[in-house]
C-alpha cells in the first residue's frame, strides 16, 4: 500500500488511505445550533460552529478518498438508565433528560441529539450512538474499525477538550495514530481548546497529531 503524509505537529504522519478513517465527533444539533444543550448552559455555540466549515471539507476529502467514515452522537435512553447519576446532576443550569426547545436534551430520537444538517451522515456510513465522553466508551467502534483494518484515525467534532481527545486518549490506549486537525474542532473555552491540543501533541506525540484542515485535504488527494 502506498504511503501518504499529513503535515503535522509535532512531525509529519505516514499513513494509508486503505487504513485511514475520519471520525466526526458530537456534531449534533444540542452542541452546535442556538437554543440546544450547549447555550442552555451559557455558552457561546459560535465557538464551535466556527469547526463546521472546515469539517465539511475533510468530510468531502475523505468520501472522495473513499475512506471510513464514522459519526459519533452522545445521547441517552429515553428512560435515562444508562445515564449514571455522576453524570446526570452535572449542567448547573438545565440538565440532561430535561425539555428543551429541540426535545428533551441529549435524549436518543430528539430533535437536538440528532446531527446537523451541514455535516449529516451519507447513507451507509456508521453512526455510532455512544452513552459516555469517549466514543469507545459502551460501544461497538472497536469491532467497527478492526473489520476495516483501520489503522489511523482523523478525528473532528466537539467540544474539544471533552469527547474529542477524551477518544482520541481511547485510541491510543487501542493502538491507532490519530490526528486532529484543529480547525475542525471546537470549544466553547479557547483556552481549553489551545491547552488541549497542546498536550495531545506534547512530548513527540505523546498522543497524536495536530494539523489543520488543509494539511488533511492535501494530504488525502495527494
Known sequence: MPQKLFHAQPFPLSFESQTTALVVIDMQRDFVEPGGFGEALGNDVSLVRSAIVPCGKVLKAARDAKLLVIHTREGHRADLADCPPAKLTRGGKTFIGTDGPMGRI?????????????????????????????????TDLQLILQNHGIKTLIVCGVTTEVCVTTTVREANDRGYECIIPADCVGSYFPEFQKSALEMIKAQGAIFGWVSDAAAIVDGLRA
Do not use: Q, S
Open 106 to 138: 441529549l435524549v436518543r430520537g430528539e430533535a437536538g441529539h440528532d446531527i446537523i444538517p451541514e455535516l449529516y451522515p451519507a447513507f451507509g456510513e456508521p453512526i455510532i450512538d455512544k452513552p459516555g465522553k469517549g466514543a469507545f466508551y459502551e
